[in-house]
Each structure stands twice: as C-alpha cells, then as structure tokens.
C-alpha cells in the first residue's frame, strides 16, 4: 500500500474523525476545517480503515469514538496496530463510555477524552501528536 | 298395749285413716326437707300448699314470705333474684295458663349462681283431678363452673396452638414467600390442619406451581387437590367431600393461588381449623404478594437506572456537538476571522455557552448517579493537596463571580496531603462550595480545610436560609433538598453524590444547621485513602 507521508502543505495536517453519530461527526469536521485541517470522517471503524487505506495521504492522528456499530473503536485500534503502514498513527479516543478507558489503554491508545470535551482541549492533543508549532490552535 | 297399725286399721277404721294421713304427711315433709332442691307446690288459686326450707334459701328470700302462702308474693319476692325478670315472671304465669305441661330450664341469678328448674302438674293419680303444680329448683352453678372452666381451658389451649402456629409462620414468611419458605410453611401446618396441606401458586409465567407437605404424599390426593383449588380459584372457600378444605389464596383482589388441606376424618375442618387456616392463607398471600411488590420494585429501579444510564450516555453525544460548535464559534470572534461581530450575537454566543455548561454538568451528574447506584464508579488515587484542590475550587469560583464579589474564603494555611481521587475531590467541594453560595443568601462562605491524626477535614459553611430539622437528616439522600425545588434549579443530587463519593474514599460527612442563621458541612477523610483499595494494594 502506498498512502503519502503528508498532506497538503497549506493545512495543518489531516485528521480522521470516526464516529457513528453523524452529527457530532459533522460538527467535529466543521469545526476542525474551520481551524484549518483537513478532516477524513468515517461512520465506524471498518470505514475508517477502508477511507483510509484507499484515500490519497494518511492521517496525522484519528480521532476515534469507541462505541459503534459494525467495527468498534478497539476492533479498529487493533485491525489499526496489526498494519504496519497504520500502526504508527497516533489516536484519540472521543468517547461518553468511561469504561472504554482501561480497554483503550491496553490497546496502546495514550489519549482518552471524555464527552463533552472543551474545543481548546482536543485542539491541544491535535496539536501535538501533529507536532504543530505552539501557538497555531490558540 | 298399743295397737299395731294393722289393728287399728281393723278396730278404728276412722281413726287409723287420720293417724295414715298424718304420718304420711310426716313422711312427705321429712322428704321434702332431705331434698337438695326447693320444692313448692302451689294451687290452682296461687296458694303455696307446701315448700322446704331449701327453696327459701336457694332464693334467699324471708320466710315470712312463703308463710303467706300467698304464691303472688314468692313470685314477687324471686323475681328480683333472677337476671330477666319480665321473662321470669311471664313463664310463670304461662305455665299456670297450661296446667297440662311439663318443663325444664335454666335460670340465670343476679349474683351470678345457675339453678335448674322443673315444674310439673300434680294430679290425683286415680281422678285425674288437677290439686296445683309442684315447683322445683337446685343450685347448678358448680356444675356450671366446672363445665365452663372445662370448655374454657380447652379454647385456651386452642387458641395457644393457633397463636403459636401463626406466630411461627408469621417469623418463617418474615424471609419470603419462595418455594423452600412456603414449603416449611405447609409442614407447620401437619398435621394440625390436616394430613396433607398443599399449596397452588401461580409463578412468574403464569403457571400453577403444586406445593405439598409432606413432600411424599404428592399426588395421593391429587385429584381432589386439583378440583380444590379450581374451587378455591372462584374465590370460594369451603370444606368438599368433608374431608377437604380449599381456600383461595388472595390478597387485595388478586388471586395467586389456592390452598388446600386433607384430612381424613370426616367433619375434620370445624370453624376453629377453618378460620386458622385462612388466617394462615392470609398470610402467606401477604408475604407472596409482598416478594412479587419487592421484585417489581427491583426491576422497575434497575430499569430506571438503566435508562438513566443510556440516556446521560446518550446525550453526551449532542452535547459534544454543542460544546465544540460553540467553542469554535467564540474561537472565531476572538481571533477576528468574523469581523464587525454584533454584541448582542455575542451575548447571544455567551448564553449559548453558559446553558451548554449547564447542561453538560446535568448529564455529567446523572451520570454519576448512575454509577454511584451500579458500583460502578471509577478510582484514580493519586497523592494530592486537598487544600491545593480547594484553592484551585474557590479560585474558579471567584473567577466566575468576578473576584471584587467573591464571597468564598479559603482559610487553612498548611498543605493537606492524602491519598484520594483529585477529580471527585473537586466534585466534593465543588458541589459543597456551589450548594453553599446557591443558599448562602448572598452572604460570606467559608472553606476551611485541615487536618488531625491522618484524617483530613474540610469545612464549608455558609450564613444563609438553613435547612429545616426534620430534612436534615435526609439532606444526603438522592433527589433531597432543602426548600422546594421551584426556588432554586437542579436536580437535588449534588449532596446525594457527595456523600457517595466521600464514602467511597473512606470518609464521612455530616451537615450541622440551623434555619435562618445556616449551614455547616464537614467532610472528614483518611489521608490514607479508601481502606478497601488500600487492602487490595497491600
């Protein structure tokens, strides 16, 4: 599989956002292009890793809902470490379910926020598993 | 010499008849003064021909009266003795109206003594000639006592099995009413209300389920079992076959079941039985009714719980949506990519947000509430300054009230280490500090915080509208609050949550407060952190 090591230049970086409530997904996506990234949404995991791995560059970080239908975020965080090329990219979980904490961290998944969360928050972790020069989501 | 009566009879016919008559007479008197009743016998026209000594003292009357001889007299002289006077006085007279009867009763006195009386007409055996009606009467009132104390000691026995059998199914029912409980129930019963004593009860499903005692004879009289408890389904109690007693097993209208008992003698089931045994049946319909109230209660509360559950999760979801719209909105204006932004929009925007906080701390509430209820709410220990946490809890505060208005003290000069959860002890005093200044009348909050032989102490008080007495001790229970719900918003499980989560680290609360003068809650917790988790740890 051959996905391009960065996105366009003129935007800080490609996010995925994967969440089946397509409203908060929508929202998400909105609000993070009007912040100046570029944003891949997907409905579950099993999309995500088919947008993903079929679209033109790879993300720079997944921001990744934990309870779905279809493909779950741990079903997706662990198709996601089983392949190499995706392996690498970093994930935060988005998630109402205090529960999926633990699961998500036996997964290797640093970041977990909880629903609701402050825009500022989630621009900050962005920020820096982009590794974005400080300042640009202030 | 005397003559013998034989010859006198033969020389001096006329006076022998008169010396038989009066030794007849004698005779007849010496009898009736031997007899143990009173005797009177009385004339056509109620003149007393004769009467004993007893009959004056069985009726405790002059003897002045009798020697009237005057019948009237002793009628009026008894009939202040007897219980029924006016019924007394009227068998009298109807008696005297019907010369040809025979009678026998029972007369209850005043002073409590039973006699007998029987009454017959005297009659010239040859002739047939009416001469008056002899009147008799015997003190029966030890023969009474010792029957009524007889009967009484065997009710009182009845009655001692019965209680003791009601009170040892009352304390077996007190567990429940499943299978096992019911079945010790039914061998309570053996054999005092029968041989066999069986039970038919509906289950969950709707299915009869057959109980019987003792478990071995199931099926013996099954048939008949099975006709009593269709008849005792109609509601209908009664003894079939006089060997079978059925009775509904029923409880505010509702049929659960039926009971039936075997005996084998037939007449078995007297009232006696029969009431025990529906007293009996009462209370196992009570207990049964009361496990099936017990475990709808349950569900229903599970259900809500559930529900509570799904929906705070739920609505995490939009809320998420509204937090990052609006935050991205005012990130906007403050950047300046939206220029000429009208006010008032942007008091608009700061409304927006400050409802979207809100009801992100209602969803965030319930859904604790929720994990409160299920155990399932989460731990992070962590060492941390409790005084450290506060001050970062009242600074919020007066960030949010403006600092010239603040009205929240911190007082505490010493750090305050512990082993605790640093989110839920912000909650703690949060809600603590956040309870104060909404009832505080507007008037100066304390925080206080130290601590004393490895327990930390934390103390808001307020100077506002108090609790009223008799909610203070329900002031930490869920959906409490101290003044209707209409003057200050929320859901009432602040307070709730923080007496869970200060028993879940270990610790205690307790509020002190007086109306109109105000509140003062202490928190006191381990510095060592819960002592469960500290269990697991070691």
Redesign the interface.
């Known amino acids: 599989m051959n996905i391009p090591m960065q996105p366009r230049a003129q935007t800080k970086g490609l996010v995925a956002v994967v969440?089946d409530?397509e409203?908060?997904r929508r929202?998400?996506a909105?609000?993070l292009k009007?912040?100046g990234f570029d944003v891949l949404a997907a409905s579950d995991g099993a999309d995500a890793l088919q947008r993903i791995r079929g679209g033109p560059c790879r993300p720079g970080a997944i921001i990744l809902d934990w309870s779905m239908p279809t493909m779950d975020g741990a079903a997706f965080r662990r198709a996601q470490c089983e392949d190499p090329a995706l392996a690498n990219i970093p994930v935060v979980v988005?998630t109402?379910?205090?529960?999926a904490?633990t699961e998500a961290q036996e997964l290797g998944v640093s970041t977990l926020l909880?629903?609701?969360?402050?825009?500022?928050v989630?621009l900050s972790v962005l920020a820096e598993m982009l590794r974005l020069p400080s300042g640009s989501t202030g | 010499m005397e003559p013998t009566i034989g010859e006198t009879q033969k020389s001096i016919p006329s006076l022998d008849a008169e010396r038989t008559a009066r030794f007849q007479k004698n005779l007849l008197e010496l009898q009736m003064e031997a007899s143990p009743d009173g005797l009177i016998v009385v004339s056509p026209s109620r003149s007393i021909l004769l009467s004993n000594r007893r009959f004056v003292e069985i009726w405790r009357i002059p003897d002045a009266v009798v020697r009237m001889h005057d019948d009237h007299e002793a009628v009026q002289a008894t009939r202040a003795r007897v219980r029924e006077p006016q019924e007394f006085v009227a068998r009298i007279e109807w008696l005297y109206s019907h010369p040809e009867v025979d009678a026998h009763d029972e007369l209850e006195l005043v002073d409590g003594r039973v006699l007998e009386r029987h009454t017959a007409p005297v009659r010239d055996r040859e002739s047939g000639t009416y001469y008056g009606r002899l009147w008799s009467f015997r003190d029966i009132s030890n023969r009474k006592l010792l029957a009524g104390e007889r009967i009484a000691r065997r009710a009182a026995e009845i009655a001692a099995k019965r209680q003791a059998i009601l009170a040892e199914v009352g304390r077996v029912l007190m567990e429940g009413a499943d299978d096992r409980t019911l079945r010790t129930v039914l061998s309570l019963l053996v054999p005092y209300l029968g041989r066999v004593c069986m039970l038919h009860l509906f289950g969950d499903d709707g299915s009869l389920v057959p109980l019987c005692w003792p478990p071995s004879s199931a099926g013996l009289p099954e048939l008949a079992a099975r006709d009593g408890a269709a008849l005792a389904m109609r509601k209908r109690s009664r003894v079939f076959e006089s060997k079978f007693l059925a009775l509904p097993v029923q409880c505010r209208g509702e049929i659960l079941g039926a009971a039936v008992f075997h005996a084998d003698a037939p007449g078995f089931f007297d009232d006696e039985r029969v009431e025990l045994a529906e007293q009996v049946v009462a209370r196992v319909a009570l207990a049964r009714l009361g496990d099936r109230l017990q475990r709808a209660l349950r569900d229903a509360v599970s259900a809500r719980d559930e529900f509570l559950s799904i929906a705070s999760?739920?609505l995490?979801?939009?809320?998420?949506?509204?937090?990052?719209?609006s935050?991205?909105l005012r990130?906007?204006i403050s950047s300046g990519r939206v220029p000429n932004f009208p006010p008032t929009l942007s008091e608009l925007l700061q409304s927006s947000e400050n409802h979207?906080l809100r009801i992100?701390t209602l969803?965030d509430t319930l859904?604790d509430v929720t994990?409160l209820r299920s155990g399932?709410l989460?731990l992070e220990l962590e060492e941390l300054d409790l005084r450290g946490v506060a001050r970062d809890v009242v600074a919020r505060h007066c960030a949010g009230a403006g600092l010239a208005n603040c009205d929240v003290r911190l007082i505490g000069d010493r750090p305050v280490f512990g082993y605790w959860d640093r989110a839920r002890v912000e909650q703690i005093i949060d809600n603590l500090v956040s309870n104060a200044v909404k009832y505080g009348a507007g008037k100066p909050v304390t925080v206080t915080v130290g601590v004393e032989r490895g327990t930390a102490r934390l103390v808001v008080a307020d100077q506002g509208i108090g609790i009223p007495p008799h909610r203070v001790g329900r002031i930490f229970d869920r959906f409490e609050r101290a003044v209707s719900a209409r003057a200050y918003e929320g859901l009432g499980l602040g307070l709730y949550i923080v007496g869970q989560i200060v028993s879940r680290l270990g610790g205690r609360v307790n509020v002190e407060s007086e109306l109109g003068v105000g509140s003062t809650f202490t928190v006191e917790l381990p510095t060592s952190g819960p002592s469960d988790i500290r269990e697991v740890e070691a």
Do not use: I, M, N
């Open positions: 969440d409530d409203s908060l929202t998400v909105t609000v009007l912040e988005l109402g379910d205090a529960v904490r909880t629903k609701p969360v402050r825009l500022q989630l | 999760h739920e995490r979801s939009p809320v998420a949506g509204l937090q990052f719209a935050d991205a990130r906007a979207v992100s969803v859904l994990k399932r989460h």
